[in-house]
Every structure is written in structure tokens, then in C-alpha cells.
T-cell receptor, first 115, second 109 residues
Framework: GAVVSQHPSWVICKSGTSVKIECRSL??????MFWYRQFPKQSLMLMAT?????????EQGVEKDKFLINHASLTLSTLTVTSAHPEDSSFYIC???????????FGPGTRLLVL | TQLLEQSPQFLSIQEGENLTVYCNSS?????LQWYRQEPGEGPVLLVT?????EVKKLKRLTFQFGDARKDSSLHITAAQTGDTGLYLC?????????FGSGTRLSIRP
């Protein structure tokens, strides 16, 4: 069964609004989760590492003030796209490592469309 | 620029044909992973190759890790329409998974 869930699976919003995406660990506690973005017909690009109880670590070129990450519990990380614009339209995917750190499990993704 | 370059970018073949896709880099890796992603879903791990020259088989899929551990290939025998998807190679760095550029495969019935 699924190890990681995301909500919502898709969202449409107006330009300028903020959108929150949830990533839940279903089977075990995850101190670290990862957020990726995937534009149409492209590969996944790592955006940030979400750390439970501390600040997220962002990859180069990703605006931390625009993509707010909160990892307040061991089973939930949230990504908020603030003041979304059409260029933020993308497929957002979260993941977490297995307990043995050998395998990474990916969520089903959230498709965001900003009008 | 991506550390892992995959080729071809796109491939469309007839069901029953064989194909090979490549994952190349100038860097050396302790291991490489292959994922398949279907539209609207997250990627799913297919295999991890660890030893230089290693060959792993998963039914009709054959994965090979280059002797120098800089590249890998995926060969599919007698492709089926269910093989359609985005194939991604990736490496792990400090628990993060970094993906290659991807090969989008379409199998025509």
C-alpha cells in the first residue's frame, strides 16, 4: 500500500493566492521529507529538504520565501506556494526515506494550475 | 546542467520491439537507481545498481552499471504498451535523490 500520501491531488487557483500542499507519511515517522517540482515533459527537480522541528534546506535557485515548508510533526510536511503565479503551475511531489534510509518513497503528486 | 544525462529524450516504438536507454555522466557514483513514472503519479523505484559492471534483470528489463560506475543502461526486451512511461535514472547524495533528465518512452500497440 501507499507509504506517502499527498493532498490535494490537484488544485486550481487564481494568480496571487496561496496554496498549501500536504505530504503525509502513512507507515512510519519521517524526520526528513523532500519536495520536488516537475514541469511538463521534464524530470523531477529537488526543491528542498524538509526537516522535522527545524528549518527546511532549500536547493540553489529556490526561493524560500515563496515556497514555505513546515514540518511540524513526524508524519506531516506542508509546502505553501505563496502568491502563486502561472509560472508556478507544476506537478509537486514529496518523498521520504525508508526507515533504513535505503529506499525513498514518493507521494502521488499534486498538480497545481495557477490561472 | 544535469549531472545525469539520459538519452534519448523521447522514444516511440512498436510493441514487441527491443530498446535501450542510457544514463551518462562524467562523475563516478557509488550506486545508481532507475525509476519509472507514469502520468499523474510519483516515480517508482525499479532497481539499484551498486557494483561496476553489474547486471540486474527485472523480467523483461535488464539494467547494467558501467564498469567505471559513471553510466548505466536499461534494455527492454519485447516492449509492451504497459512499459510506457518516463524512465529516470538517479543518484543519492546525502539522502537526497537527484534525478537525471529522463527518457519518455511510448510503446505503440
Amino acid at each position: 500500500g501507499a507509504v506517502v500520501s499527498q493532498h490535494p491531488s490537484w488544485v486550481i487557483c487564481k494568480s496571487g493566492t496561496s496554496v498549501k500542499i500536504e505530504c503525509r507519511s502513512l507507515d512510519f515517522q519521517a524526520t526528513t521529507m523532500f519536495w520536488y517540482r516537475q514541469f511538463p515533459k521534464q524530470s523531477l527537480m529537488l526543491m528542498a529538504t524538509s526537516n522535522e522541528g527545524s528549518k527546511a534546506t532549500y536547493e540553489q535557485g529556490v526561493e524560500k520565501d515563496k515556497f514555505l515548508i513546515n514540518h511540524a510533526s513526524l508524519t506531516l510536511s506542508t509546502l505553501t506556494v505563496t502568491s502563486a503565479h502561472p509560472e508556478d503551475s507544476s506537478f509537486y511531489i514529496c518523498s521520504q526515506n525508508s526507515q533504513g534510509q535505503e529506499t525513498q518513497y514518493f507521494g502521488p503528486g499534486t498538480r497545481l494550475l495557477v490561472l | 546542467t544535469q549531472l545525469l544525462e539520459q538519452s534519448p529524450q523521447f522514444l516511440s516504438i512498436q510493441e514487441g520491439e527491443n530498446l535501450t536507454v542510457y544514463c551518462n555522466s562524467s562523475s563516478v557514483f557509488s550506486s545508481l537507481q532507475w525509476y519509472r513514472q507514469e502520468p499523474g503519479e510519483g516515480p517508482v523505484l525499479l532497481v539499484t545498481v551498486v557494483t561496476g559492471g553489474e547486471v540486474k534483470k527485472l523480467k523483461r528489463l535488464t539494467f547494467q552499471f558501467g564498469d567505471a560506475r559513471k553510466d548505466s543502461s536499461l534494455h527492454i526486451t519485447a516492449a509492451q504498451t504497459g512499459d510506457t512511461g518516463l524512465y529516470l535514472c538517479a543518484y543519492s547524495s546525502a539522502s537526497k535523490i537527484i534525478f537525471g533528465s529522463g527518457t519518455r518512452l511510448s510503446i505503440r500497440p
